[in-house]
């Protein structure tokens, strides 16, 4: 399952911000306090495509 499918019934924002020179993916999903999640070098967002759901019903995510 792709992060995409696995976000059809979410509502998010994906979108780039400029990190200190670095363009950054962005994605928002839930409401609240934000909970971000930072990968290590050579991640993805992708590699949180099964956390977003339960973590958005409790935290608005930030995943960079």
């Known amino acids: 399952m ?6 059809a019934d979410i509502a998010f924002k994906n979108y780039f911000v400029d990190a200190n020179g670095i363009k950054t993916r962005v994605l928002e999903a839930g409401t609240g306090e934000p909970l971000i999640l930072l990968h290590g070098t050579g991640g993805h967002i992708e590699a949180y495509a099964r956390n977003i759901r339960g973590l958005s019903e409790t935290f608005p995510c930030d995943l960079h």
Do not use: P, Y
């Open 2 to 7: 792709s992060i995409w499918t696995g976000l």
